[in-house]
């Protein structure tokens, strides 16, 4: 009996241990290793090793907005061992952005989006700002500080006078 809760603990450890997690924001290690492979947009083989790229969805395999918005902002922070994978995996990821941002676009803005609280799904529905600028801005407030102005935002890299002058009117930092 002993043996087989071993073998089994075994079996798990090989299971976490012989896979790699893909890039994600908020989901444990744990929590990436057990989704099911339909969770990423690519999974690649190495040598007796599974090389998953950019967890979705989660384990019920409900599309997470935030998470597929985050994949897609680091998407080239990637590393792939078939370009092929990567091109299908890009493909696989923007149809899903489309869908999303077409819901977002529909209920359109309403109030200011507060830029040191939003959600990357509230950061893209702002004129001028993708994934990759998304991304960068809540790394930014978590990293190095929060805003005190919107104009604090052009520290951004990649924000610069031009996006500046198109989100100005929609942005606040309280």
Same mark, same amino acid.
């Given at each position: 009996?002993?043996?087989?809760?071993?073998?089994?603990?075994?079996?798990?450890?090989?299971?976490?241990?012989?896979?790699?997690?893909?890039?994600?924001?908020?989901?444990?290690?744990?929590?990436? $290793?057990?989704?099911?492979? #339909?969770?990423?947009?690519? &999974?690649? %083989?190495?040598?007796? *090793? /599974?090389?998953? =790229?950019? @967890?979705?969805?989660?384990?019920?395999?409900?599309?997470?907005?935030?998470?597929?918005?985050?994949?897609?902002?680091?998407?080239?922070?990637?590393?792939?061992?078939?370009?092929?994978?990567?091109?299908?995996? $890009?493909?696989?990821?923007? #149809?899903?952005?489309?869908? &999303?941002? %077409?819901?977002?676009? *529909? /209920?359109?803005? =309403?109030? @200011?989006?507060?830029?040191?609280?939003?959600?990357?799904?509230?950061?893209?529905?702002?004129?001028?700002?993708?994934?990759?600028?998304?991304?960068?801005?809540?790394?930014?407030?978590?990293?190095?500080?929060?805003?005190?102005?919107?104009?604090?935002?052009?520290?951004?890299?990649?924000?610069?006078?031009?996006?500046?002058?198109?989100?100005?009117?929609?942005?606040?930092?309280?």
């Amino acid at each position: 009996m002993r043996r087989n809760y071993l073998f089994l603990f075994s079996v798990f450890v090989l299971f976490i241990l012989g896979q790699s997690p893909g890039i994600c924001k908020e989901w444990s290690n744990i929590t990436i $290793r057990l989704l099911p492979d #339909s969770s990423f947009a690519s &999974v690649e %083989a190495e040598t007796g *090793k /599974k090389i998953r =790229h950019c @967890p979705h969805h989660d384990m019920n395999g409900r599309l997470d907005e935030e998470q597929l918005i985050y994949v897609l902002g680091k998407f080239d922070d990637e590393k792939w061992l078939h370009s092929d994978n990567e091109q299908i995996a $890009r493909k696989h990821l923007e #149809s899903h952005y489309d869908k &999303v941002m %077409a819901g977002i676009m *529909k /209920k359109g803005l =309403h109030n @200011p989006v507060n830029i040191n609280k939003a959600k990357l799904a509230e950061l893209v529905a702002l004129p001028h700002i993708g994934p990759v600028l998304a991304v960068k801005i809540v790394e930014y407030r978590t990293s190095i500080s929060m805003f005190e102005t919107i104009e604090q935002i052009k520290k951004v890299e990649g924000i610069g006078l031009g996006t500046f002058n198109a989100i100005k009117y929609y942005i606040s930092v309280n």
